[in-house]
């Protein structure tokens, strides 16, 4: 059993549409986040869930959007898509806040054109 | 901000020889988490260092936190070509957010 999955593995659309990618964990964590990562690989916390309590990364443009249904999901949806959205964009999961390590999905290649 | 810089970013060797990535952060740490991620895959936990001064060893790969938790660093011993992947580490500022910052991850290329 995959432990983070996310759906659509690859994503391909155009500037202006509205996108959304699923994240869910069958771990039974308590957090749950989501990374972007560019070309250069640099792994950038865009949003992070605990227990109703969201924390943004203050960088992240309003245009993006988690929504948690239950604990073991967390979703990202995306407005207005920009070329600049292009990456990989990772969920991961973890136990619960500070000294746990974070178990992570196996990534969404998001393309804009 | 917290700033965590990695160093190098890229690091090509041949099969057998050693390599160390150095990481580096501006603030004081709770504790640092290493991750690999092979290429076309995700990161994946390697490990976690938390007291000063600490270090571990996972088989070839040594992982050691500074004295005055600011830096850390990972040496693998003896390269193979499953070393191939890009090496992160994430550290959490003292009395900060529960939340890692990542540094920009060294490539490793193992040449057979």
Aim: aromatic share 12%; glycine share 8%.
């Amino acid at each position: 059993d995959t432990a983070v999955s996310q759906t659509p593995k690859y994503l391909v659309t155009q500037m202006g549409n509205d996108k959304s990618i699923k994240c869910e964990q069958n771990l039974g964590h308590d957090t749950m986040y989501w990374y972007k990562q560019d070309s250069k690989k640099f792994l950038k916390i865009m949003f992070s869930y605990n227990n109703k309590e969201l924390i943004i990364n203050e960088t992240v443009p309003n245009r993006f959007s988690p929504k948690s249904p239950d604990k073991a999901h967390l979703n990202l949806h995306i407005n207005s898509l920009e070329l600049g959205d292009s990456a990989v964009y990772f969920c991961a999961s973890s136990q619960g806040r500070g000294y746990y390590e974070q178990y992570f999905g196996p990534g969404t290649r998001l393309t804009v054109t | 901000g917290q700033q965590v810089m990695q160093i190098p970013q890229y690091q090509h060797v041949q099969e057998g020889e050693d390599f160390t990535t150095y990481c580096n952060s501006s603030t004081t740490l709770s504790n640092i988490q290493w991750y690999k991620q092979r290429p076309g895959g995700h990161p994946v936990f390697l490990i976690q260092l938390v007291k000063s001064g600490e270090v571990k060893k996972q088989k070839r790969l040594t992982f050691q936190f500074g004295e005055a938790k600011k830096n850390s660093s990972l040496h693998i011993t003896a390269t193979q070509t499953t070393d191939v992947g890009t090496y992160f580490c994430g550290g959490r500022a003292s009395g900060g957010s529960y939340i890692p910052t990542f540094g920009r991850g060294t490539s490793l290329i193992v040449h057979p």
